[in-house]
């Protein structure tokens, strides 16, 4: 089953794009939250997005900015401003389509069709794992906060990755060491402190304090 990513204000327009899709055996998430869609884009990590222009406190342009910096995901722009400089625009910033409302519903599944079609013949998508505004794109290993991009190595990704995915929970250090080296046999405890001890610093730097948390004698969280 295909997941949408709905990013529209009018909530008349999003249930019934919501309920077309579901015909279609296709799961729709319509954004709740206009000031975090990024942190709802991760949790639904979706196969496509579909996405207006003129939203509550950013608008399109800024959403499909920030979703480009982390994901190749297809966008899909719907909009009434469908005039030439605004499809231009749209186009620049890293859509795929554009369709002008008002539309028909037969039109946009087959271009829904279309685009993923296109896509996913040719290529994954890459799910986005999001805590505290921290982006992690685990198609490519990047690690991006509030629009930069943070360099990781390998070890510190796959850390990284590890705590994310148990966000709430906390990851023991013989897990980690497990997860980095396929086994702790051979393994000094403190090169996984100097590993994660170097993460610390880089995301602190970006802005991101106290993201990792010790819990002595056990292991570390992010919460």
């Not at 250090?173 to 610093?201: A, I, P, Y």
Request: with cysteine; net charge negative; glycine share 6%.
């Amino acid at each position: 089953m295909y997941r949408i990513f709905l990013v529209e204000d009018d909530r008349g327009i999003a249930e019934a794009i919501a309920a077309q899709t579901a015909l279609w055996d296709m799961e729709t998430f319509c954004v709740k939250d206009f000031r975090n869609v990024m942190a709802e884009f991760s949790a639904c990590a979706p196969q496509l997005v579909l996405l207006d222009i003129s939203l509550p406190f950013y608008d399109g342009y800024h959403w499909c900015r920030e979703i480009r910096s982390v994901s190749k995901v297809p966008v899909i722009f719907i909009s009434s401003a469908a005039d030439n400089m605004n499809i231009v625009m749209a186009m620049n910033m890293g859509a795929d389509d554009f369709i002008a409302k008002p539309f028909d519903q037969s039109v946009l599944m087959a271009k829904i069709h279309a685009l993923l079609r296109r896509t996913y013949d040719f290529g994954a998508s890459m799910p986005v794992l999001e805590h505290r505004g921290a982006l992690l794109n685990t198609g490519d290993g990047s690690l991006t906060y509030a629009g930069e991009k943070i360099e990781l190595t390998k070890n510190e990704y796959r850390i990284l990755l590890a705590l994310m995915q148990s966000k709430g929970r906390t990851v023991s250090r013989e897990r980690l060491m497990e997860l980095l080296w396929e086994s702790d046999e051979f393994v000094d405890d403190n090169t996984l402190t100097v590993n994660v001890n170097r993460l610390r610093k880089k995301l602190d730097a970006a802005g991101l304090r106290d993201f990792i948390i010790t819990k002595h004698g056990v292991g570390y969280l992010v919460e």
